[in-house]
């Protein structure tokens, strides 16, 4: 499991991720497609603290050089 994303992708996940999460908690107020959002912030999170992405591997994908 070798690191996978750049440090510019790991941070863009996680701003995006926090985005996700106050839209879910302030807009949608936990409804359907707000917990489908938290569960995307979710993995967006735990993807960029790890910094391996299981998608970007299936595809061949790669950010970090």
């Given at each position: 499991?070798a690191?996978?994303?750049?440090?510019?992708?790991?941070?863009?996940?996680?701003?995006?991720a926090?985005?996700?999460?106050?839209?879910?908690?302030?807009?949608?107020r936990?409804?359907?497609?707000?917990i489908i959002?938290?569960?995307?912030?979710v993995?967006?999170i735990l993807t960029?603290?790890?910094?391996?992405?299981?998608?970007?591997t299936?595809l061949?994908?790669?950010?970090?050089?």
């Amino acid at each position: 499991m070798a690191v996978n994303m750049a440090g510019w992708d790991r941070i863009a996940r996680l701003i995006v991720a926090v985005a996700f999460i106050l839209v879910s908690a302030f807009v949608l107020r936990f409804n359907t497609l707000g917990i489908i959002l938290t569960v995307i912030a979710v993995v967006f999170i735990l993807t960029a603290l790890v910094g391996w992405c299981p998608l970007y591997t299936v595809l061949g994908f790669r950010t970090k050089r």
